[in-house]
């Protein structure tokens, strides 16, 4: 590969590609672009001169910068000195934080995705929530970066966040404890005898994670167990290698993902290995709407090879590559270079990832009135070159008899998690039809 690539949200980065910084390209621009240019030096002195008052040549020339890039799409940006070392820490170890991956939306800050376990998760914020106040200084109007430098601070310092949640009749407070957010989280677990893998986020370490992950399962189930739970739901993303490489572990052969930039030459496939390290018991990925990007390969390649069931809702439908561009030693352009396709040739741009299984989360009693935050909520998101459906895009609405139990009734059930709680059900029955079909499979092999 000649460039690193990242699939990320906003607490993500992958590794620099380095690009020249003057590039034929330069000896395209035709006379009225100079025109175009002529007029933003005329902009830039008239405000230096004629504004109510001084602002200096910096101030006005990241403005034309930010202006730029937000005209193009909601993932490109530019990361200047602070905010290029922040990228770096989230990416190589931990920061002192909320736990948040947030985006901003008409000048208010609001949250895409909660990391499990952290200070955010444990005081109940969720996707959709929009955060107005840290410590009663307002923060809507202000920069995405200028929020989120507020939020970091200490482990074990205090802040207070006032949250609008739609659907709640007023604002509400809640104050949180920093701690110290730990990328990637690989946690594991075997229950009923299925192994439980729930990866939040993919950073270096995300594959290994996994593979320790699976390996740790077999020994606490005494062998191999009915089968596994990838977990991706809330996960926003991160690097491409890792999304590619965990989709591997469960494949044996074919394309996983293949990603195509500006030009038509410019295409890059991405294939399997022989070896599943989950020795082709079933397995199940969970996803709903904050699963992104990385998590989103991850899915449709396992989902369209038939290696896996995908379970619970649509996903967010990030289905573009950035490229980290360093323009000195601390400032970088972060940049749409591609989209993404999962094997089949689909663009998951808007649509997202269709699952096999819809499963609703009942036992979040929120569930119906929360709002379902998507790529395509936000504004200047790439169009999707083939239309998506309505089809695909909206629910029908028919009510699933499955699905009838409220979040009370599951409550007293001891079902604090209904999702999980149904894929743990289907495992159990592939599983069994599985052992009960291996002997017979023995036999036939042996004549």
């Given at each position: 590969m000649t460039k690193k690539n990242i699939l990320a949200s906003l607490a993500l980065v992958g590794s620099v590609a380095l690009i020249p910084a003057a590039t034929s390209s330069f000896a395209a621009v035709d006379v009225s672009t100079y025109r175009e240019l002529d007029q933003f030096m005329s902009v830039f002195?008239?405000?230096r001169s004629e504004y109510v008052e001084q602002v200096d040549d910096k101030t006005l020339l990241r403005g034309a910068i930010d202006g730029m890039l937000n005209a193009l799409d909601p993932h490109s940006s530019y990361l200047d000195d602070k905010g290029f070392k922040a990228l770096m820490t989230t990416t190589e170890g931990n920061y002192g934080g909320l736990g948040l991956s947030v985006t901003m939306e008409d000048g208010a800050v609001k949250v895409m995705s909660v990391t499990e376990d952290s200070p955010a998760f444990k005081v109940g914020?969720?996707?959709?929530?929009?955060?107005?106040?840290?410590?009663?200084?307002?923060i809507y109007g202000g920069t995405l970066d200028e929020a989120v430098d507020?939020?970091?601070?200490?482990?074990?310092?205090?802040?207070?966040?006032?949250?609008?949640?739609?659907?709640?009749?007023?604002?509400?407070?809640?104050?949180?404890?920093?701690?110290?957010?730990e990328l990637p989280v690989v946690k594991w677990e075997v229950k009923d005898r299925v192994g439980i893998i729930n990866v939040n986020s993919f950073n270096r370490t995300t594959t290994d994670n996994v593979l320790a992950a699976i390996s740790g399962i077999?020994?606490?189930?005494?062998?191999?167990?009915?089968?596994?739970?990838?977990?991706?739901?809330?996960?926003p993303g991160g690097l491409l290698d890792q999304a590619v490489s965990l989709s591997d572990t469960f494949l044996e052969r074919g394309e996983i993902v293949s990603q195509r930039g500006r030009k038509k030459s410019e295409i890059e496939r991405y294939h399997a290995q022989p070896g599943d390290a989950a020795r082709g018991l079933?397995?199940?990925?969970?996803?709903?709407?904050?699963?992104a990007s990385a998590a989103e390969i991850v899915a449709g390649a396992l989902q369209e090879h038939h290696?896996?069931?995908v379970m619970g809702e649509r996903t967010f439908g990030k289905g573009s590559v950035q490229t980290l561009l360093p323009l000195s030693q601390s400032t970088a352009l972060r940049l749409t270079t591609a989209r993404y396709f999962t094997p089949s040739g689909k663009s998951v741009q808007e649509g997202g990832i269709t699952p096999d299984i819809a499963v609703p989360q009942l036992s979040d009693p929120d569930y119906k009135d929360?709002?379902?935050?998507?790529e395509s909520d936000l504004r200047r998101h790439l169009i999707n070159e083939i239309k998506v459906g309505d089809e695909v895009v909206q629910d029908d609405g028919k009510p699933d008899p499955r699905f009838a139990a409220t979040a009370e009734e599951l409550k007293k059930k001891g079902i604090t998690d209904f999702q999980l709680h149904y894929a743990l059900q289907t495992i159990a029955r592939l599983g069994k039809v599985q052992q009960a079909a291996r002997p017979s499979a023995v036999k036939a092999g042996t004549r």
């Open positions: 002195e008239r405000v914020l969720k996707t959709g929530d929009y955060l107005t106040h840290l410590n009663g200084k307002l507020q939020m970091r601070g200490p482990a074990g310092s205090n802040v207070k966040v006032t949250v609008v949640r739609p659907g709640r009749d007023k604002p509400f407070d809640v104050s949180i404890t920093r701690a110290n957010i077999e020994k606490s189930a005494g062998g191999p167990p009915l089968g596994y739970i990838l977990d991706l739901r809330s996960n079933p397995v199940i990925v969970l996803v709903d709407a904050g699963s290696r896996a069931l929360k709002p379902k935050f998507r």
